[in-house]
């Protein structure tokens, strides 16, 4: 318990710091890089950002976990985030949060839509042709019970607000805004599994040509998925694009 709290108690302590919170007025500043969690002041310090979210998701962690060992499920795990956060830092996306079995990435500065989007198909070739077949070789008992690691990777594109939330020494940021939101609800998208990439229609008006197609055939598939009570228009895709 912190000194304040042990001197006024725990209701006082929250009342006080409510009307703090919620009565200052934002320190906002434009950004044109994504800041770390000290850049930002705790108290009332803001950043605007115009990015493009990623998050890249596991499948199945519920029964990796009720299924195998505590050990196999957190090397399978470990696997996928580490191999993900690695194609993310490829592209120069800046990863800021973890929640569980997700990553995700922030993507600022120029071609930020294609270098985004790219990287979820350099994801979906990472998964499938370096971290799978590892872990059969290593971990056999995934096969023998029909297990197969997947993953969907959800891209999305706007303006956003970050600031930071928790006490003292206990914080991170948070990104408040329609392309962190979104991004992370098409990662949550299970409707068919050879769809491992969703973005936003509008993100893929944006992105480069060689990010659309290859060798004249297009990636992409025009979609509608549901996202918050609303039939977005999306695009999504099966392909890989080779991490060399």
């Not at 950002?49 to 957190?74: H, I, N």
């Not at 408040?176 to 973005?199: C, H, M, T, W």
Request: contains cysteine; neutral net charge.
């Amino acid at each position: 318990m912190s000194t304040l709290e042990e001197l006024v108690g725990l209701k006082s302590t929250i009342e006080e710091k409510l009307t703090e919170l919620v009565g200052h007025e934002w320190q906002t500043r434009n950004g044109l890089t994504v800041p770390r969690t000290d850049d930002i002041v705790l108290r009332d310090g803001a950043v605007q950002l115009d990015a493009v979210y990623l998050y890249t998701d596991m499948m199945g962690s519920t029964r990796l976990v009720s299924e195998f060992a505590p050990g196999t499920a957190a090397k399978v795990t470990r696997a996928f985030i580490n191999t993900a956060c690695r194609v993310i830092r490829n592209r120069d996306g800046h990863i800021r949060s973890f929640d569980g079995d997700r990553v995700m990435g922030i993507f600022v500065g120029a071609d930020k839509e294609g270098r985004a989007v790219r990287t979820a198909l350099e994801i979906t070739y990472a998964t499938d042709k370096l971290v799978w077949p590892a872990l059969e070789r290593r971990l056999p008992s995934l096969t023998r019970q029909g297990f197969k690691l997947r993953h969907v990777s959800g891209v999305a594109a706007g303006p956003v607000f970050m600031a930071r939330t928790g006490i003292y020494d206990h914080n991170d940021l948070i990104s408040i805004g329609s392309a962190a939101n979104v991004a992370a609800k098409l990662s949550d998208i299970r409707e068919d599994p050879q769809y491992r990439s969703y973005i936003t229609r509008s993100l893929y008006d944006a992105i480069p040509e060689h990010c659309a197609v290859t060798d004249g055939k297009v990636m992409w598939q025009a979609h509608h998925v549901p996202v918050n009570g609303e039939q977005l228009a999306v695009c999504r895709s099966n392909w890989e694009w080779p991490v060399t």
